[in-house]
């Protein structure tokens, strides 16, 4: 006579919003990093602030720094966003709200996409931050070449 062994579930349950509440962790670490590239790009728009005059790209200056203002602001409701998630996933893990899993886990895929879009935004106004520091530099080591 055969036994029939009934299927058996994947990972535990647990494990899999256990892993959820990780990856937020590593959001708000990713972020929180990114706040430390925030305020040196400030600096280092700053600190060459006459090369910008000097260019005429003042205006490019200002706009990635308003960029960069922008983001810090949408990066700090993003962490109170995900903080408010890790918390509904703790109580998850608790199996307190077992009934809104799949809310969870869909607003879970939102955050992901929000904080990606968000790294991505970031990645793009620090390129055309070195960009445009780089071409200042440039700039005026060639002034300081024909000044001599």
């Known amino acids: ?3 029939i062994i009934p299927k058996q579930k994947p990972l535990s349950f647990n494990n899999s919003i256990e892993h959820l509440h990780n990856k937020t962790h590593e959001w708000i670490s990713e972020i929180e990093f990114i706040k430390v590239e925030q305020d040196f790009l400030k600096e280092l728009l700053a600190e060459h602030i006459m090369g910008l005059c000097d260019t005429n790209n003042f205006s490019k200056g200002k706009l990635y720094l308003n960029g960069i203002n ?7 409701t993003l962490i109170e966003s995900i903080n408010d998630h890790k918390i509904n996933l703790a109580l ?4 307190i709200y077992i009934k809104r899993e799949n809310l ?3 607003n879970h895929e939102f955050l992901k996409n929000e904080v990606q879009n ?8 620090k390129k055309q931050v070195f960009e445009l ?6 700039k005026e080591k ?4 024909l000044a001599k």
């Open 104 to 106: 969870f886990r869909d």
């Open 92 to 95: 998850l893990i608790e199996n």
């Open 142 to 145: 060639q002034q300081k070449l």
């Open 118 to 125: 968000y790294i991505e935004n970031f990645k793009y106004i």
């Open 1 to 3: 006579m055969k036994h």
């Open 133 to 138: 520091i780089l071409f200042i530099m440039k």
């Open 70 to 76: 922008h983001e810090a602001i949408l990066g700090e």
